[in-house]
């Protein structure tokens, strides 16, 4: 391993897609600790020293590396642009045109992108005008006198607004040159650094709870059980071998190759328990917004299904990351788009007819290995949950399942591309 990342800083090449990653993720993290014009940033450590945090934004500010609690330039984080990303694939079944784009290469990829860069502006604008709102009624620290925001005039509430929704363009834009310039996908590296950054923090206060080195230890073999699990697990994958038929080109003969379609067994990633987690939030704001005088109903909310570790609570979290994770995996592969593309080129599925049969082949082995991945995300997300409960800790601590899911996947991705990488430059300076 060592002998690798040695090998990659001695490439000039990925040597300075590398430091130029790094340095766009220092850029990230020091506007993570700038905060907005007009709040006051004293008044905001002791609100975050003295008081609880409100749960239902507990997750947010985790994935904003605690930039939204902080109500920094960066609060809004990565998180606009993967909702605006996650609508444009939704579009892509609602309306035919996004799927026409999609099929049209360079310039359509090119297009959509543009249009999830619109979007985003729109939910940042959205988000910041609603997250400075709840900081002007102390949503965010509930019970804390000190006045986040001094002056309350249009003129500053319209600069914070401002100031937040260009902070997440920028933040967009520093994703899209890390992907460009840079080693691995910028938006899952923002996300990663985001979370890597609460490690400290919360090893911190693990280790200073109750029973703090029982807890730290247990913590530590729960973690590293989950992300052997989770490596396991995403590396795994369902091969479909594929056969091409010969064919006459001209004068060239071509095809008579095989190889086999990967079909893996988490194809929707880790977006199920981040859909899953951030419908959850919903019961929550609901019952900060009922009063002092809740309805019973929200009482029962509160209770039942707002309380983190709940049985209630727990099963809608397990419900909602299996539906997604169909939902997800049913938008992003096409069964039907799949056996045509086959079909075209001469491909087949041994033992299978072409066309239509392929095709429901492709569904029937899909979905059953859907129905062990969602199964697989809604275990590891809900074991370390569990584990908080019972051991009285936080359950919104980056070592939860959905923050392990995204660390190792996202570290994967990136060894993966930096070894592909020196794979290619180990056999050029072979050849030559």
Known sequence: MLSGFLSAFRTPDLRKK??????????????????????????????????TTNSAFA?????????????????????????????????????????????????????LTQYTRYITVGFAALQSASYVTLARNDVFFPGCALPIIPNESWQIITMMVLTM??????????????????????MSLLIFTSIAASFPGAVSSIWNSTNGVQNTIIVAIMVGIVIAAVVYVEQSQRRIPVQYAKRMVGRKMLGGSSTYIPLKINMAGVIPVIFA??????????????????????IWLRD?????GSPLNITLYALLIIFFAYFYTAITFNPDEVADNMKKYGGFVP????????????????????????????IVALIPTIMFVALGLNTNIPFGGASVLILVGVGLDTVKRIQSQLEQRHYEGFLK
Not at 277 to 298: E, H, K, M, R
């Open 18 to 51: 590398i430091l130029f990653t790094l340095g766009i993720l220092a850029i990230y993290r020091l506007g993570v600790s700038i905060p907005t014009p007009g709040v006051d940033y004293g008044n905001v450590q002791q609100c975050i020293d003295s008081t």
């Open 59 to 111: 997750i947010l500010n985790l994935f904003s590396g605690g930039a939204l609690l902080q109500l920094s330039i960066f609060a809004l984080g990565i998180m606009p642009y993967i909702t605006a990303s996650i609508i444009v694939q939704l579009l892509r079944v609602l309306i035919p045109h996004f799927e026409t784009l999609h099929k049209e290469g360079a310039e359509g990829q090119a297009k």
């Open 165 to 186: 929704t260009a902070g997440t363009v920028l933040v967009m834009w520093l994703g899209e040159r890390i992907t460009e310039r840079g080693i691995g996908n910028g």
């Open 277 to 298: 987690s951030s419908l959850l939030t919903l019961p929550t704001v609901i019952v900060q917004f009922s009063g002092d005088d809740p309805a019973d109903w929200v």
């Open 304 to 308: 039942h299904v707002a309380s983190p």
């Open 351 to 378: 033992g299978i007819r072409p066309g239509k049969p392929t095709a429901e082949f492709l569904s029937y082995v899909l979905s059953r290995i859907t129905a062990a991945g969602s199964l697989y995300l809604a």
